[in-house]
T-cell receptor, first 118, second 110 residues
């Protein structure tokens, strides 16, 4: 079956440009997460949606980062006025159920979008 | 201090060797613990959950010591295909947000 897909897979942006990264979660998955992974580091949490509601955005590094999931399925992570320190792999993950119903639901990751800011 | 700490390695071991990775976490209220595997330029994938009683899945054994806030992964009879980065992961509780370590790189050689 189809897994989590992300597009584009690679994005090169000039400093100051705006970018939009798309995530298509597994069909029916309620929860959606965005992580940022810098070279040589583990993924770091950015934000979390339960259906269309953004329940946690504590990991977004600045107000240049914005995420949405308006219909509770596809999500977009937007970065405005990109800076060189934004260069990283942006990973999207989805999980099946409401976290309140289970101690943990496995998160399935997409292949990521590798963003390079020049 | 990082929330989840791991030795980045690399660990270079011969095929068939036994290798162990350790990880410590800082949040004593953490509820769930996992090992993820990440191949080069690929996404992380869940390897196994870690339970207080210890759990085994084939050649892989995971242990959790809550008192010491310490997690381990043991790989027996290592294969070339085990070469990857192993990420120690903690769910600090509430909402399934995951906190990852930096990962430990394993290279299994002939």
């Amino acid at each position: 079956g189809a897994g989590v897909s992300q597009s584009p897979r690679y994005k090169v942006a000039k400093r100051g440009q705006d970018v939009a990264l798309r995530c298509d979660p597994i069909s029916g998955h309620v929860s959606l997460f965005w992580y940022q992974q810098a070279l040589g580091q583990g993924p770091e949490f950015l934000t979390y949606f339960q259906n269309e509601a953004q329940l946690d955005k504590s990991g977004l590094p600045s107000d240049r980062f914005f995420a949405e999931r308006p219909e509770g399925s596809v999500s977009t992570l937007k970065i405005q006025r990109t800076q060189q320190e934004d260069s990283a792999v942006y990973l999207c993950a989805s999980s099946l159920a409401n976290p309140g119903l289970a101690k943990y639901n496995e998160q399935f990751f997409g292949p990521g979008t590798r963003l390079t800011v020049l | 201090r990082k929330e989840v700490e791991q030795d980045p390695g690399p660990f270079n071991v011969p095929e068939g060797a036994t290798v162990a990775f350790n990880c410590t976490y800082s949040n004593s209220a953490s509820q769930s613990f996992f090992w993820y595997r990440q191949d080069c330029r690929k996404e992380p994938k869940l390897l196994m959950s870690v339970y207080s009683s210890g759990n085994e899945d084939g050649r892989f054994t995971a242990q959790l010591n809550r008192a010491s806030q310490y997690i381990s992964l043991l790989i027996r009879d290592s294969k070339l295909s085990d070469s990857a980065t192993y990420l120690c992961v903690v769910n600090p509780g509430g909402g399934n947000k995951l906190t990852f370590g930096t990962g430990t790189q394993l290279k299994v050689e002939l």
